[in-house]
């Protein structure tokens, strides 16, 4: 997945990147939070697909970001701020794979709640 636009160059991709895979990763914790809170599994698995979308756009970002990353050059020949980049976005993917454990959690939880409640199924409301 290549972010690139006509006239942008090496720089503003990567931190374009790193600020689109920034903003997916908030979206999805804001996903899963309203997940967490919903009072309906209809809700509950809306919410659950959208940060499930999510993720998966913070990863194709971070994917993008650490490649051009790598054809900087070795980390030690970078010169500074841009040396700090690739811990900063090791930290991002850090943090995308701990929300990814809560949202597998949360997927679990909702699916062996819909599979417990027949109701839930009909549309009805679950609590």
């Given amino acids: 997945m290549s972010f690139d636009m006509p006239g942008t160059d090496y720089l503003d991709a990567i931190f374009a990147?790193?600020?689109?895979?920034?903003?997916?990763?908030?979206?999805?914790?804001?996903?899963?939070a309203s997940a967490r809170t919903a009072s309906s599994s209809t809700w509950r698995f809306?919410?659950?697909?959208?940060?499930?979308?999510?993720?998966r756009r913070a990863g194709a970002y971070l994917d993008e970001s650490e490649e051009r990353l790598r054809r900087l050059g070795p980390a030690d020949q970078v010169p500074a701020p841009l040396d700090?980049?690739?811990?900063?976005?090791?930290a991002m993917r850090a943090d995308l794979r701990d929300q990814e454990?809560?949202?597998?959690?949360?997927?679990?939880?909702?699916?062996s709640?819909?599979?417990?409640?027949?109701?839930?199924?009909?549309?009805?409301?679950?609590?």
């Avoid at 809306?46 to 499930?52: I, K, S, Y």
């Avoid at 700090?84 to 090791?90: D, E, F, G, S, Y």
């Fill in 17 to 32: 990147a790193i600020r689109g895979g920034s903003s997916q990763l908030a979206a999805m914790k804001t996903w899963l």
């Fill in 46 to 55: 809306q919410f659950l697909a959208a940060a499930r979308a999510a993720h």
């Fill in 84 to 90: 700090q980049l690739p811990r900063n976005v090791a």
């Fill in 101 to 111: 454990r809560n949202l597998q959690g949360l997927e679990t939880e909702a699916t």
């Fill in 113 to 127: 709640l819909w599979r417990g409640n027949p109701g839930a199924r009909r549309g009805s409301v679950a609590s």
